[in-house]
């Protein structure tokens, strides 16, 4: 993302941040959201105008306890929204050591902004909430939380990301580059060409095992994940060396 972009967008929040209201407040997220939105579109089209500027390739973030697990697919299901792959590291015992995002790089620079807000703005709520029933596993409650908020961010990005696309194919007829066949076939040349490095960089993943959390806090969390503000700007630990993606 330009800079000048990507100093509206930290105006934006800021002015979330500051609004009296909750109203307010997302009025200013909103706008932060779409404006994220609008410079992926961009970038793609520019990528298809001129092949090879933006470059595939793959961002690692560590993660860090607690909850690495519901960090690690908050950071990946963002990824996913935004058009890229991902692949945890090191899972064992119900913990994830790192992320690899794998996508263009302007996605990657998008999902880096993304996911540095959310994982703050989650983890300040984490160490606050408690479950509302006595005798509940707080930490078993925490985990529920962070996995519906995380699923409702990922909701609100997969609705911001296909608004931006929508628009640009409706909105502006000279918006793909000649020859390219419109923006719709743009966006599925750049996802089937992150899939095919994806598979030539990732040849041999494992399957990630379907996640049961025994806390009742989803319903909080995902209501915690659509009030989140969406557009703000390490060593492996013991453990399986063990990559699975997505």
Do not use: N
């Not at 490095?197 to 049961?212: D, M, N, S, Y």
């Amino acid at each position: 993302m330009s800079t000048e972009k990507l100093a509206t967008v930290r105006k934006l929040l800021a002015k979330a941040e500051r609004a009296a209201t909750a109203e307010e407040a997302e009025i200013y997220t909103a706008k932060a959201v779409e404006l994220m939105a609008r410079h992926g579109i961009d970038s793609a089209l520019l990528d298809a105008a001129e092949p090879g500027r933006d470059e595939i390739g793959g961002l690692r973030v560590a993660m860090s306890d607690p909850y690495s697990a519901g960090k690690a697919r908050l950071l990946g299901w963002t990824a996913a929204a935004l058009g890229c792959r991902w692949v945890l590291h090191g899972t064992w015992a119900g913990k994830v050591a790192a992320v690899t995002v794998f996508g263009h790089a302007s996605d990657r620079e998008r999902i880096e902004v993304l996911y540095t807000s959310l994982q703050l703005q989650a983890t300040s709520q984490l160490v606050r909430i408690r479950p509302p029933w006595p005798g509940e596993s707080v930490a078993a409650y925490r985990r529920s939380w962070l996995e519906g908020f995380a699923q409702q961010v990922h909701r609100r990005l997969l609705a911001a990301e296909q608004r931006a696309a929508t628009h640009a194919a409706t909105h502006d007829a000279t918006a793909a580059p000649p020859g390219t066949g419109g923006v719709a076939l743009v966006l599925a040349d750049r996802r089937e060409r992150v899939d095919r490095e994806f598979a030539t960089a990732f040849p041999r993943l494992g399957t990630a095992r379907r996640r049961v959390l025994s806390g009742s806090g989803w319903a909080a969390g995902a209501e915690a994940g659509e009030a989140a503000d969406l557009g703000r700007g390490g060593g492996l630990g013991r453990g399986r060396r063990r990559a699975v993606g997505a």
